[in-house]
């Protein structure tokens, strides 16, 4: 390693100082870059997907654990694994297809051959092979990941043996899951037709931009006056339900209209007071959802709400329900899955409106994704090595954060380490010290 980075380097944080900054070699440093690959991506818990995506015997899907290739596969008796994607003859990368169901995977270079609980079953031409008796005595089945695990259908892995149990590792952050979770009795699916696309900029900048409310006003200009012609066109319209506006929330005295919370592990979640609306796809159950659950957890659940949980994993719950797994590929290039994500079993006409919504707003060819995507790589671009080092976009809300909750996390019992509450304005980029604190715990063994 050619370079030496300390961690006061990279992240300066002084709470009772009010100070917290961050380095702009966090963004573009390739030697950097490789540690963040080994220690935060393959040394911690991942997100690596739904239980829904292998339903079935034998049905699997690929993915990634950082650089490390891995395929999820549900065996003949119906238990989900998962394992490094690679054969051991030759390390070949054995699934090349996204998903699929198959009984067997065969390499397609030797022809060894595997089933679906990951045993080696044909070993080509073995016994004329001259195979030696410390040969035979290897395990030759696939790889197993270290840890892998599963809550309310959302994956899990990690490549190190030693990462605390995934309980702790989502913590209170768990109760966030369960707000989506809970509007799916029959359980989260995603919606077919995942998008693949690149950015020519790191990985944080995402990572950031999920629980930015600053930017949106900025950034999205032509959105927001779509919006406004839409909701005059609408005005006229009657929405047939027994409820309405004072049902829900609304601003209250104070000019709360939503905040921010922090939780341990770097996890974060971005909120807002949103209005009811018919146009919204889970209107048509809000009172069914408000016997179950009481009123005020189906109010969260109406909620905008962008939820991350670090470092990969984004649930985008504002225009429509995005899921997004972050990958990252290079120092200055990131690749992004995205789908809708949605309840099994929703009404066609929800789902239409579901989807309709999600094709608005999300992925590259919506009215949002590239605004955001150019705006990541200008910052790239800026990110070069310069005499004033320090970024100063992690200060706004500092004085407004409070230690533990607040009265809408009591709502629905969650306890996150540090929380805000917000008017419109205040836009709250203090909930980013999570991502880099807990960023500095996967890296303290590599960075003094």
């Known amino acids: 390693m050619s370079k030496q980075f300390a961690l006061s ?21 390739p030697e950097l870059f490789d540690m963040e690959m080994k220690h935060v991506f393959e040394g911690g818990w991942l997100f690596i997907g739904l239980s829904t995506q292998a339903e079935h015997p034998h049905d699997f899907f690929t993915g990634f654990i950082g650089r490390v290739p891995i395929i999820v596969s549900r065996d003949g008796d119906g238990e989900l694994q998962c394992f490094v994607n690679a054969c051991p ?3 070949v990368r054995l699934v090349q297809k996204k998903c699929g169901n198959a009984r067997r995977h065969v390499c397609p270079y030797h022809g060894w051959t595997f089933d679906s609980s990951g045993a080696n079953k ?13 040969f035979d005595s290897e395990n030759h089945d696939l790889a197993e990941v270290a840890r892998f695990g599963e809550y309310r259908g959302f994956l899990f892995a990690s490549l190190n043996p030693d990462v605390p149990s995934l309980e702790e590792h989502l913590g209170e952050a768990s109760k966030l899951i369960d707000l989506l979770a809970d509007k799916a009795p029959n359980g989260l699916e995603l919606v077919p037709g995942r998008v693949t696309f690149t950015y020519a900029a790191n990985w944080k900048m995402q990572l950031e931009n999920c629980a930015d409310q600053y930017h949106f006003t900025s950034t999205h200009p032509s959105y927001i006056r ?11 319209e009657v929405v047939k339900s027994s409820i309405g506006a004072s049902d829900f929330w609304t601003e209250n005295a104070s000019g709360v ?3 921010t919370m922090s939780f341990d592990h770097g996890h974060v979640l971005n909120w807002g007071i949103m209005p009811p609306s018919s146009a919204i796809a889970d209107f048509e159950r809000a009172e069914e959802l408000a016997e179950e659950f009481g009123e005020a957890r189906r109010n969260w659940m109406f909620n905008m709400r962008n939820l991350t949980i670090f470092p990969n994993m984004q649930i985008a719950e504002n225009a429509s329900s995005q899921l997004r797994v972050i990958r990252p590929l290079a120092a200055g ?5 995205t789908w809708c994500i949605a309840p099994r079993g929703e009404s066609d006409e929800a789902r239409r409106f579901r989807i309709r919504q999600y094709e ?6 919506g009215m949002a994704t590239p605004d955001d995507t150019v705006c990541y790589e200008e910052a790239q671009l800026g990110m070069a090595e310069q005499e004033r080092p320090w970024l100063q976009g992690h200060a706004r809300g500092m004085t407004a954060t409070v230690e533990g909750g607040n009265e809408y996390a009591d709502m629905i019992d969650v306890k996150p ?20 604190r807990a960023w500095a715990e996967r890296m303290k063994e590599v960075v003094a």
């Open 9 to 29: 380097d990279l992240v300066d944080d002084r709470p009772d100082d009010g100070v917290f900054r961050i380095n702009r070699a966090m963004f573009r440093d």
């Open 89 to 91: 003859h030759k390390g």
């Open 122 to 134: 044909n070993i080509k031409w073995k016994k004329g092979g001259c195979y030696s008796e410390a």
């Open 226 to 236: 779509i919006l406004e012609q839409r909701a005059k066109e609408e005005a006229d």
């Open 257 to 259: 209209t939503g905040g």
């Open 333 to 337: 290039l990131t690749e992004m899955q």
């Open 360 to 365: 608005d707003f999300f992925n590259p060819t």
């Open 417 to 436: 380490a540090r929380s805000v509450l917000a008017d419109a304005q205040l836009c709250d980029e203090s909930l980013f010290a999570s991502y880099y």
